[in-house]
Structures are given as structure tokens and as C-alpha cells.
């Protein structure tokens, strides 16, 4: 085993929030705050070789919530959070590229593959996106299909919407 992680729910605009922390730095972040959350948190514990607890890590869960917190009031644009990444190298690779897009930025699945150096990579790039670990905070929801549409995302296409039009690159409202 190798330690605990600590988690702690908080509510959004987008819904709730399971944020979870290990010692090192804020590890894992899922949609909801029902048993399927937990269950996924659970299932990444196993896989990465620890133990929830909520009172574990709580400084690294809370500093997460204030900056979530700020994020969703429009008043900060890059998240400067201690992280604790599990993942393949490539995966990392990927994540690490995602951070790089710019708030009310987006890229394309094929921006990020030639971005990292591995043009023929756009369905691993997807991938990768797919298993972000840390939503939002790793922005993942920056990256759009090369025709311009809104193509997957974890926590459902309305919340990448949402996410997108807070960060001001689609229009505030839906008068189309």
C-alpha cells in the first residue's frame, strides 16, 4: 500500500465535486457525489495502490476547493495546485499539454498530438483525454473535434458547455 487518500465533496455550478488528494498533491477529481463517485474513486485507489480516508490530506483537498471556488466565480484562470499524476508516460505527456491551452482557448485532438511531437497519436490523444484524472484543473474540456465541434467529455457535453462559456469561449448564452 502505498498511503491514503483523502477526498472531500464540494459543490459547483457544475454539480458536485469528489476531490481527492494524496500527501503529494491532488490526485483525482470525479463528477457527482453518490456511490458510483466513491466506487470510482475506489477503483483508481486499487489501481494505484491505496486507501481512502476522509480525513487524510485534507490541506491539498481544501486548497482545491478555494480554487475551484474562484475558478467558477470568474476570478482565476490557471489553477497553481500541488499535483500527484498517476498515469502512462504518454498519458502524462498529454496531460501536461492540456495545461499548456490557454484559458477561453481550445485545441483539437490533432493540435495536442502534433503539440507533443506525435502527429499520427489523435485517437491516443483522445484517449488520453478520456482518462484524465483531474477534470477541470487539467483542462481536458479545451480540447475540441478539428471541425470545431464539442466531441466527449466525462462529465457530459452540458458541462463542457458550461465550462467553455464561463471561460468566455462560447457566447454566454444560447440565442442561436
Known sequence: MT???????MEAPIGALLLAATEKGLCFVEFGADDAALLSLDRWCRRWGF?????AHASHTLQ????LRQYFAGLRRTFDLP???YGTPFQKKVWSELMRI???EVRSY????????APRAVRAVGGANNQNPLPVVVPCHRVIGSNG???????????KETLLRLEGFLPANDSA
Do not use: F, H, T
Open 3 to 9: 498511503g491514503y487518500v483523502g477526498y472531500r465533496v
Open 51 to 55: 486507501k481512502r480516508s476522509e480525513e
Open 64 to 67: 482545491a476547493v478555494e480554487q
Open 83 to 85: 499535483l500527484d499524476l
Open 102 to 104: 490557454p484559458y477561453g
Open 110 to 117: 490533432k493540435d495536442v498530438a502534433l503539440a507533443i511531437g
Open 149 to 159: 465541434a464539442l466531441v466527449g467529455y466525462g462529465g457530459g457535453l452540458s458541462i
